[in-house]
C-alpha cells in the first residue's frame, strides 16, 4: 500500500500504477441489494433461476454501476494520504463497462495516477481504474476518475 503524508505527495507517483487491490467477491446479496437501492431488477441481475438457463455462464450479473460504485472500496487497499481533511468524488471523464462480473465472481482494482494538479486547499487527483475479474481475459471496467484530496 503506498502511503503518503500530504495530498501534494501524490505528485511524485503521476504516471505510475499505484497498486493493486485485495480481490473481492460480488456476491448475489450484493447484486439484491444494489437492485433494490437503484430500482433496477432487470431480470439479468436478480433472477437467478432465469439466469441459470438463459444467461452465458449460468449466472446472474452485477450492474455495471455496482461496479463502478466499488471503486471507494477497492481503492482504500491501494492508496492512503495520512493528512488531509477530507476527500470527495469529483467525477469521471470516462467510463466503459468492458466484461460482465457473474454472481460469485472475485474482483480487484488495478489504480494508475494520470494526474495530480492543484486546487484551493488540495488536489484535484485524476486515475486510470482497471477492475478486474478473477480467471477473465477482458477487465470488467475501465474508468477514468478524479478525485479532490483537501489538506
Do not use: C
Not at 475479474?133 to 470488467?140: F, K, L, Q, V
Amino acid at each position: 500500500m503506498l502511503e503518503v503524508d500530504t495530498p501534494a505527495d501524490m505528485d511524485g507517483h503521476v504516471g505510475a500504477v499505484l497498486g493493486v487491490s485485495e480481490w473481492v467477491v460480488v456476491t448475489q446479496a450484493m447484486i439484491d441489494t444494489f437492485a433494490e437501492a437503484t430500482g433496477d431488477h432487470q431480470w439479468i441481475h436478480v433472477d437467478t433461476e432465469r439466469a441459470a438457463r438463459e444467461m452465458p455462464g449460468g449466472k446472474t450479473i452485477a450492474h455495471g454501476y455496482l461496479t463502478l460504485s466499488l471503486l471507494p472500496r477497492l481503492s482504500q487497499d491501494i492508496f492512503a494520504i495520512r493528512r488531509r481533511s477530507r476527500g470527495v468524488n469529483y467525477g469521471l471523464n470516462r467510463v466503459r463497462f468492458t466484461g460482465p462480473v457473474p454472481a460469485g465472481a472475485r474482483i480487484r482494482l488495478r489504480s494508475a495516477l494520470k494526474a495530480s494538479d492543484p486546487v484551493p486547499g488540495g488536489r484535484r487527483l485524476t486515475f486510470e481504474a482497471t477492475v478486474e475479474i478473477e480467471g477473465a481475459a477482458r477487465p470488467a471496467l475501465v474508468a477514468e476518475t478524479m478525485a479532490l484530496y483537501f489538506e
